[in-house]
């Protein structure tokens, strides 16, 4: 789609469109910077550091990821992790019991409960074996109440990158908005699609702390697209959606990019110091490429080796019940000797 077919009114639920949003204590009064003495949002007043609400628009937080990525602060938004964003997303764009999205199975299954929480029809299709989209399927699974296509690329649990040519397609021949989950772009070769929102009013590009990063327990999901889907997300987000020490630690890890560059090579590093260790273990069957933090493995019993692992106090993921994925388990890239024990332990079992 291109910025003259692009109408955010016709995509935005029409509640949404009239709503007047909350305006808070410090969106009114925004330069909460200045030496002032306030006494507006009934806070308690002794300072220790956090009795004060944070910034709604975490205006240095995003100054700092403008910086890193080169885009305007007004196609940003965060949330407290992915997952709070792809809710807002469907919140603001599809009517309970109306609308519809699609999602890519075997992927994330975050889009699928989100759905169903909200009351939205998620019509699944299916990869293709080789787990690419099936874009032949997909277009013809879009019906006028379509809002929202969710594309998980690199795609967990396979842990490929979608094909270029087949997400171009789909940007451009979709009415609605193309939502790009880049959790893990940052292990991938592949490149990300950031630049293409200035290409696609229709793309919303997700990324999140919580993997590369090493943030997982701050919970700071990123989301980039045109700057009217920003506002209208702008206008659902609750107002003080990322404390105060999320926006601290962020500023301050991407403040010290070099160390996550290293930890992100060391990771990939050691994904095939892994991969070949695994071509080892008799009962290891396939192993799928991974562009990811983490291995799909095929094997031969999977609740059964899951559980095997299990007792020898070893964790990892089982995602045999997932479509395409008979059979599998899905390890995480741990450190250096945690990738060893596990090694160790699939060959003594
Ligand atoms: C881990 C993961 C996320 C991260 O969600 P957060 O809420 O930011 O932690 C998002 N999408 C996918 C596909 C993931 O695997």
Do not use: H
């Not at 077919?5 to 949404?16: A, G, M």
């Not at 709070?84 to 309970?96: K, M, Q, S, T, Y």
Request: with cysteine; proline share 4%.
């Amino acid at each position: 789609m291109n910025q003259n077919e692009f109408d955010i009114k016709k995509l935005v639920r029409s509640n949404i469109v009239k709503l007047k949003p909350y305006t808070s204590a410090r969106d009114e009064f925004k330069d909460f910077e200045r030496k002032m003495v306030f006494l507006d949002a009934n806070e308690n007043p002794y300072n220790n550091g956090l009795n004060r609400y944070p910034d709604p628009q975490q205006i240095k937080l995003k100054t700092k990821i403008c910086e890193i990525q080169n885009v305007a602060i007004d196609n940003i938004l965060l949330g407290n992790g992915s997952d709070e964003v792809l809710d807002l997303i469907i919140r603001a764009f599809c009517e309970p019991k109306m609308d519809n999205i699609i999602s890519m199975p075997p992927t994330y299954g975050m889009y699928k409960v989100l759905s169903d929480i909200n009351n939205i029809k998620n019509k699944e299709v299916v990869l293709t074996n080789d787990f690419q989209i099936n874009t032949v399927n997909v277009l013809s699974t879009i019906d006028k109440n379509t809002k929202l296509i969710f594309i998980c690329s690199p795609n967990n649990p396979t842990g490929n990158v979608f094909d270029s040519s087949t997400i171009k397609q789909l940007l451009e021949n979709f009415k609605g908005l193309v939502v790009l989950d880049e959790a893990y772009i940052d292990f991938a070769e592949a490149k990300s699609w950031l630049d293409d929102i200035k290409n696609y009013p229709n793309l919303i590009v997700m990324q999140t702390l919580s993997k590369a990063f090493g943030l997982a327990g701050i919970r700071l999901g990123i989301c980039y697209a045109n700057a009217e889907i920003i506002q209208v997300l702008n206008k659902v987000k609750p107002p003080y959606n990322v404390n105060q020490l999320t926006q601290e630690k962020a500023l301050e890890i991407l403040n010290n990019l070099d160390l996550i560059k290293s930890q992100v090579r060391e990771i990939k590093k050691n994904k095939i110091k892994l991969t070949e260790a695994l071509k080892n273990i008799d009962f290891i069957e396939k192993i799928y490429p991974s562009e990811a933090n983490f291995i799909l493995v095929k094997v031969d019993d999977a609740d059964k080796r899951y559980q095997q692992l299990i007792k020898k106090e070893i964790v990892v993921r089982n995602r045999g019940n997932q479509i395409l994925c008979k059979n599998t388990l899905r390890f995480t890239i741990g450190t250096n000797e945690e990738n060893k024990r596990l090694i160790k332990e699939l060959k003594s079992i």
